[in-house]
């Protein structure tokens, strides 16, 4: 199984980015799949979850309001609306996924992971 994430890239406060992470060697439309964020020297932070269908969605409370998680279970891929971005943003972005129905806020709870991309938001 393998996930890729791209995307990412460096951009000024304000602006917009969308990740994407396309899945292959398994089809999600079983499977959780989630966003985390990680800065150096701190654990994974959950900052956006998808269930099966894409009707559940869950997000951290710092990006409320302004990303938007989103899947093509067909593409087997899922996606990050980034928008209104901001200095604290900045972060290497992982997609996960696990074969499990409810949507998980904890990164070690998570079987299967992409190898991040980039983010960066300059002020």
């Known amino acids: 199984v393998q996930l890729q994430a791209s995307g990412g890239g460096l951009v000024q406060a304000g602006d917009s980015l969308r990740l994407s992470c396309v899945v292959s060697?398994?089809?999600?439309?079983?499977?959780?799949m989630a966003w985390f964020a990680q800065v150096p020297g701190k654990e994974r932070e959950f900052v956006a979850g998808i269930g099966w269908t894409g009707v559940r969605k869950y997000y951290g409370d710092s990006v409320k309001g302004r990303f938007t998680i989103s899947r093509d279970n067909p593409k087997n891929t899922v996606y990050l609306q980034m928008n209104s971005l901001k200095p604290e943003d900045t972060a290497v972005y992982y997609c996960?996924?696990?074969?499990?129905?409810?949507?998980?806020?904890?990164?070690?709870?998570?079987?299967?992971w992409g190898q991040g991309t980039q983010v960066t938001v300059s002020s």
């Open positions: 996960a996924a696990d074969p499990s129905y409810k949507v998980r806020y904890v990164s070690d709870e998570y079987h299967f």
């Open positions: 060697g398994r089809t999600i439309s079983k499977n959780i």
